[in-house]
């Protein structure tokens, strides 16, 4: 069945130090391909999205490009802020429920 | 606008009682999914409701039902708790239009204890 896998954590880094996190996925179709971000103790929010081979998602400065070849969706971001520091989570969708990664928790030092 | 609400926040039950929590989509959605987040995992989902059915279930056992009532919000009720169903569980809403591609938007989640 569809799966994700994302790079396990935890990722620490330096302010204005730039960030890669690695999302690869499995699936029998087309996926819609997402990032969301969970601030503690919240639920997730949205990040970014793509619906189609070669779409750059984009939000807050940070971007992902939906790769049918590699079937990745790295999320990047070129200079990180403390307020950046969440867990991140890689997922898609191709039909009506929702496949997600297991997480990548952040942490930006200042 | 309101976003997804959820409700209660918090929950302590013990083992093998029952449980209901509550969620009201955001304006506009008919959509609604039901996701459990264990400690330090990622959303696995439980089921979709449309039109007041049930669309698609994940692999959760029976003891997991839903409910979603014509204005749209859903109910999740978890019979005969085990300890194994601490979680955190979130509800997202999405209109139907869109399709799979549609954004899901998440409510805060209820945190469920289970002694």
């Known amino acids: 069945g569809d799966s994700v896998t994302q790079m396990e954590g935890p990722v620490t880094l330096s302010e204005e130090a730039f960030l890669t996190i690695n999302c690869t996925y499995t699936?029998?179709?087309?996926?819609?391909l997402f990032w969301y971000v969970q601030y503690p103790g919240e639920g997730l929010q949205l990040l970014l999205k793509?619906?189609?081979?070669?779409d750059k998602g984009s939000n807050k400065g940070f971007e992902a490009t939906y790769r049918k070849e590699t079937t990745s969706f790295h999320l990047e971001k070129g200079s990180v802020q403390v307020s950046d520091s969440a867990v991140y989570f890689c997922a898609l969708s191709e039909v009506n429920d929702m496949r997600f990664g297991a997480g990548t928790r952040l942490t930006v030092k200042p | 606008d309101a976003g997804v609400t959820q409700s209660p926040t918090h929950l302590i039950k013990t083992r093998g009682q029952q449980v209901t929590l509550r969620c009201s989509p955001k304006?506009?959605?008919?959509?609604v999914s039901w996701y459990q987040q264990a400690l330090g995992q990622g959303p696995q989902f439980i089921f979709q409701?449309?039109?007041?059915?049930?669309?698609q279930r994940g692999n959760f056992p029976d003891r997991f039902s839903g409910h979603q009532f014509p204005n749209y919000s859903s109910e999740l009720n978890v019979n005969a708790l085990l300890l194994g169903d601490s979680a955190l569980y979130l509800c997202?809403?999405?209109?139907?239009?869109?399709?799979?591609?549609?954004?899901?938007?998440f409510g805060p989640g209820t945190r469920l204890l289970v002694l």
């Open positions: 409701y449309y039109e007041e059915e049930e669309r």
């Open positions: 304006s506009g959605h008919d959509t």
């Open positions: 997202a809403s999405r209109g139907l239009a869109g399709g799979p591609g549609e954004t899901q938007y």
């Open positions: 699936a029998t179709g087309y996926p819609s």
């Open positions: 793509a619906t189609k081979a070669d």
